[in-house]
């Protein structure tokens, strides 16, 4: 196949098709006319491989059997040679047990199934470049690269407004009480910007369902941590970040999640951002309701003492750092004091 590579600077929204069928080949074009995405098309596993070898591709969408090797083969292939491309495979229900146990041993993103539903194809491969760009942008590891993740996965629940910014303030306030080193401050910084950033694949109707979820909303919800560390481990950014991303739902009673640990099994820098987080959504407006007044915030805090949290961390946060906060004029207490 001769293929023809746009030229551009900018190669984060570039999805490669491999398919040895030209009449898929040919359709990719029509279904992907209006995403925003550049489209990259060839027949060839071999032929994928050069052009992964030239340039920057966000994206690889492998058909699952082709003569020269198998989609799943290629996509291994292409982890190895080029990490942060995003790997979908297009497969028959016969190979699906196949493309989960890839799923599993991280070889693929995702998998499409033939025949595939085109909005559902779209919408697969649309998440896979918005997580390549958020990837990158994260990589660059400085303030407002992260604090631009941060912002715009707020985009998805204007109540959230400002929320990673207040977390990442009240909690490198609370890890320098600790005395931790400028390290681990530093990660507690980034790691509160980056908190959230697993809601990327939450539905902003659950996200800003005003009622109470049900079971199964909330079994959305809570894969929210595993998603975002899943990113910051992509973006190969320092364990204590992806601590407080993964383990900043935990609770001291072990009843958290994802991981269910308890007590000191709990690292400690997401213990730090955990009270931050809940503070901040007590004295902010929710979807739900309206915020606690300040006082009420800390009733609720101190019934959590000792099941939700470490007695210790809360105390040095209600005692030292709540103090600090009140007497600060900054835009970070916008949302705390009413």
């Not at 050069?50 to 690889?60: C, G, H, K, N, Y």
């Not at 006082?295 to 099941?307: D, H, Q, S, T, Y």
Request: glycine share 4%.
């Amino acid at each position: 196949m001769n293929l023809m590579i746009p030229e551009s600077s900018d190669m984060s929204d570039t999805v490669l098709f491999v398919d040895d069928e030209e009449q898929v080949l040919n359709s990719i074009d029509g279904i992907f006319s209006k995403a925003d995405v550049t489209v990259l098309k060839t027949a060839s596993a071999r032929e994928a491989l050069e052009i992964l070898d030239q340039r920057t591709v966000a994206v690889i969408v492998s058909d699952s059997q082709m003569p020269e090797m198998t989609g799943i083969d290629l996509l291994s292939k292409i982890r190895d040679v080029s990490p942060d491309t995003l790997r979908i495979l297009m497969t028959a229900p016969s190979d699906l047990a196949a493309a989960v146990d890839a799923i599993n041993n991280g070889e693929l993103f995702r998998f499409v199934l033939k025949p595939w539903d085109n909005k559902f194809f779209v919408k697969t491969v649309q998440e896979a470049v918005s997580r390549y760009k958020i990837i990158h942008t994260i990589k660059h590891g400085d303030d407002a690269s992260l604090l631009s993740v941060a912002k715009e996965v707020e985009l998805k629940d204007p109540f959230t407004t400002g929320h990673s910014e207040r977390v990442a303030h009240y909690s490198t306030m609370l890890a320098e009480l600790f005395g931790l080193p400028e390290n681990i401050k530093k990660a507690v910084k980034h790691g509160s910007y980056l908190h959230d950033c697993g809601k990327m694949r939450v539905p902003e109707n659950i996200l800003n369902k005003k009622g109470r979820l049900n079971k199964d909303e909330y079994e959305i919800i809570k894969n929210h941590p595993r998603w975002g560390a899943d990113i910051a481990i992509q973006a190969r950014l320092p364990e204590q970040i992806i601590n407080i991303i993964h383990h900043h739902h935990e609770r001291f009673d072990g009843s958290g999640y994802p991981s269910g640990m308890k007590s000191d099994e709990i690292p400690f820098e997401a213990q730090i951002v955990a009270i931050a987080d809940v503070y901040d959504a007590l004295t902010s407006d929710r979807c739900y309701r309206t915020r606690f007044s300040d006082e009420k915030a800390v009733e609720i805090l101190l019934l959590m003492r000792g099941n939700v949290f470490n007695p210790e961390i809360i105390d040095k946060f209600i005692n030292d750092c709540l103090q600090q906060i009140r007497q600060e004029p900054s835009p970070h207490i916008q949302n705390t004091l009413s």
